[in-house]
């Protein structure tokens, strides 16, 4: 009877064990998963507020200007506008000098703390860049930048 009732004991641990382990697993897994799609939200969250920006000075009167501060996700350390002039180079931005636009009509690009490519996106409207094309900036959480009205497109310019 004792062996008997020793044996369910340590099935009983050994199943409670495998439960914990199991559990644990699965919520690291989900945790994971959680980060991942705030991060995704981050970004969505960023572009929609430049786009929005955006969209409002290129429908705003010629010579609109205004200073505007976004967050930016945790990993966007360089941002690059490609303006609509179809010369632009990376140089000094990526350290192989590559182009990284995945689309021909990507206008936005951005890169990590090592210069490494994360992604590149297209804003609703085509830019100008004020002062190279494309017009890199690095951001430190927040991309500060003054977006105006020239007439015919939205600009976009560094602001130090």
Known sequence: M??????????SYI?????IVLILVFGFKAIGNIMKVGDQ???ADFLSNLNSKIN??????EGSTQKF???VPKNFVNICFRGVNPN???????????????????????FDKDNSYIDSYKLNREIVTIGSNPLCIQVEGKL???????????????VV
């Open 41 to 43: 939200v981050e970004v």
């Open 2 to 11: 004792e062996k008997r009732g020793v044996f369910e004991l340590s099935f």
């Open 56 to 61: 409002e000075y290129y429908y705003l009167d």
């Open 15 to 19: 199943f409670i064990v495998i439960v």
């Open 144 to 158: 500060k930048i003054r977006l105006a009205n020239d007439g015919t497109r939205a600009t976009v310019e560094e």
């Open 88 to 110: 632009w180079d990376l140089s000094g931005v990526t350290s192989d000098n590559h182009v990284y636009f995945s689309d021909p009509e990507d206008n936005l690009i951005v």
């Open 69 to 71: 501060e976004f967050f």
